[in-house]
C-alpha cells in the first residue's frame, strides 16, 4: 500500500505527520495561496507524469506576489521537491499535488503583514473530478471580482465562492455550477474555465472576466491551434449565448477537458460531445500521460517503477 508524503516545514515526510494547529492563521483567515498540479499515471511506461510542473510553481509565484508573501523556494527548488514527493508516495494511479504558500504563524488578527509563512507541497490519489460529459447550471452566485479577492490568484479563501456555487448546482441536480461576474458575463466554473465553440471557433471569457488564467486552458488553446488550425478568441460571452452554442467545454487540472452537453437544461449541440471537442480531448490525454512527444516537455516524468 503506498504511503502519500509531503513537504512540511522544511522536511519530505509521512503525509500522516504533516499536521498544523487550530491556531494557524491561514486556517482561521483563508491567508494561503495555492496550486492544484496533476500526476498522470501511465500503465505501459509504469511512471507518473506532472502535468505542466513548472508553470504551476511559476503561477504559485505570481499568486504569493498578489497577496505580497514571502515564497522562500526557488521555482527549481519547488520542482525538485514536488518530484520527490511524487517518487517517495509512489501512487500507481493518477494524483494531486498541492504546493500552498500559507500563513503558519498561530496569531489571532486579520492581516496579511507581521504573521510568519511557511510551504508545503502534499500528495493525494484523485480520480475524475467530473463525469465523462457534463451538465451545468448557471449560478445564482456571482464570480468574486478582482477588486475583492484577486481571482488571477488562487486563493484559498476566494473557493467558499466556489463552493457555494458547486453545492448549489449539485442539490439542483447538476454536475458543474457556470458562474457569471459582477456584469452579468460568463466568467468561469466553480473550478474550471470554460469554452464555448460557435461556426468553428474557439471562444473564451477575457482575464478581466475575473477568471483564473488558466494552464490547462493555455495548453488546449496551444493544443487547438496547432494541430487543427483553430483560433481561440477572447472575448465576454453572455450566459444565453450558451444556450446556442455548438459545443463547449471546461479545462481544469481536477477536470482535464470536460464537454459540457447540457446547461440550464437546454441540450449543447444535439446534446452530445461535439467533433471538436472530442479531438482536442483524445489528443489532450494522450498528451497528459506523456504518449505525445511533440508536447513531451509539459510532462516531467517519476522515475519509473522497478517490477518486484
Request: with cysteine; net charge negative; hydrophobic share 40%.
Amino acid at each position: 500500500m503506498p504511503t502519500p508524503y509531503a513537504y512540511f516545514q522544511g522536511s519530505v515526510v509521512p503525509l500522516s505527520e504533516a499536521k498544523i494547529g487550530v491556531m494557524t492563521h491561514a486556517f482561521n483567515y483563508g491567508t494561503a495561496v495555492f496550486e492544484g498540479i496533476r500526476g498522470n499515471w501511465n500503465e505501459e511506461h509504469q511512471r507518473t507524469y506532472v502535468f505542466r510542473l513548472r508553470e504551476h510553481m511559476e503561477r504559485l509565484a505570481q499568486s504569493s506576489k498578489i497577496l505580497g508573501l514571502e515564497l522562500k523556494e526557488s521555482t527549481d527548488r519547488l520542482c525538485e521537491l514536488a518530484m520527490e514527493v511524487v517518487e517517495r508516495s509512489d501512487f500507481s494511479e493518477d494524483v494531486y499535488l498541492r504546493p500552498m504558500v500559507y500563513a503558519s504563524g498561530e496569531v489571532l488578527g486579520v492581516r496579511l503583514h507581521n504573521v510568519a509563512f511557511d510551504t508545503l507541497i502534499f500528495l493525494a490519489p484523485f480520480p475524475a473530478y467530473l463525469p465523462e460529459t457534463a451538465r451545468c447550471h448557471t449560478s445564482t452566485w456571482r464570480r468574486v471580482d478582482d477588486t475583492g479577492i484577486p481571482p488571477r490568484a488562487k486563493v484559498t479563501g476566494i473557493y467558499v465562492n466556489s463552493a457555494l456555487a458547486k453545492t448549489e448546482a449539485n442539490l439542483n441536480g447538476f454536475d458543474e455550477a457556470i458562474m457569471l461576474n459582477a456584469d452579468g458575463h460568463v466568467s468561469e466554473g466553480s473550478g474550471e474555465n470554460i469554452f464555448m465553440i460557435r461556426n468553428g471557433k474557439l471562444i473564451t471569457p477575457t482575464p478581466a472576466d475575473n477568471v483564473l488564467e488558466g494552464i490547462t486552458a493555455k495548453s488546449v488553446v496551444e493544443i487547438a491551434k496547432n494541430e487543427f488550425g483553430i483560433e481561440c478568441v477572447e472575448r465576454q460571452i453572455d450566459r444565453s449565448e450558451l444556450y446556442i452554442a455548438d459545443e463547449i467545454f471546461m479545462t481544469g487540472t481536477a477536470a482535464h477537458l470536460t464537454p459540457v452537453v447540457e446547461v440550464d437544461r437546454r441540450e449543447v449541440g444535439d446534446g452530445k460531445v461535439g467533433p471538436i471537442t472530442r479531438q482536442l480531448s483524445q489528443l489532450f490525454f494522450d498528451v497528459i500521460k506523456g504518449n505525445n512527444e511533440k508536447y513531451k516537455h509539459w510532462c516531467t516524468p517519476a522515475r519509473a517503477r522497478v517490477a518486484n
